[in-house]
């Protein structure tokens, strides 16, 4: 799906209809998410929001500037929470909590910068803070706990086989 439009370009207005079209299609985005992260990003250049957005792109995250009127609205008719949206915000979303948490704590780490920071979540259908955040991303995504998952499995056999083929040698050697 496009990145969703919020402002016309310079000197345009945006109307009514187009605003009224954003805030419909945000409700459905933020209806379907597990997780929502408002973050604070004034003063990121364009370049480091640009890397974010690829970042979360590759993740299957959303991340989008969103005035707060409108996605205050958006919220609203969602079913979600007020999250006492101030200032300027980035929102990033998506399916999969881990992901949306993974991509927004990971960026923070990654340009190490006090204009990009979280400012509040909505996480199993509830407000949560920093450290929920923090904690979720810290966690094994789905594939990497299938591959977890495969090794533990995978071990008893493996020794059986070092095990038959130390058996093997063994017995060339002793004949």
Do not use: H
């Not at 509040?120 to 509830?126: E, K, N, P, R």
């Amino acid at each position: 799906m496009a990145p969703l439009e919020i402002t016309g370009r310079k000197g345009e207005e945006v109307t009514k209809e187009e605003k009224v079209k954003l805030v419909s299609e945000l409700t459905e985005e933020f209806k379907s998410s597990d997780a929502i992260i408002v973050c604070n990003y004034k003063g990121l250049n364009v370049k480091a929001i640009e890397a974010l957005r690829n970042k979360a792109r590759k993740a299957n995250v959303k991340v989008q500037v969103i005035k707060n009127t409108l996605a205050a609205i958006a919220i609203k008719n969602a079913g979600i929470s007020d999250l006492g949206l101030k200032d300027t915000n980035i929102f990033v979303w998506g399916q999969d909590q881990l992901s949306v948490s993974k991509v927004a704590t990971n960026f923070k780490k990654e340009i190490d910068s006090e204009f990009f920071a979280v400012k509040t979540a909505f996480v199993d259908g509830a407000i949560a803070d920093i450290s929920k955040v923090e904690a979720l991303a810290t966690m094994p995504s789905r594939d990497e706990l299938i591959a977890m998952l495969l090794q533990v499995w995978n071990a008893p056999l493996t020794n059986f086989v070092v095990g038959l083929d130390a058996l093997r040698a063994k017995k060339e050697q002793s004949a």
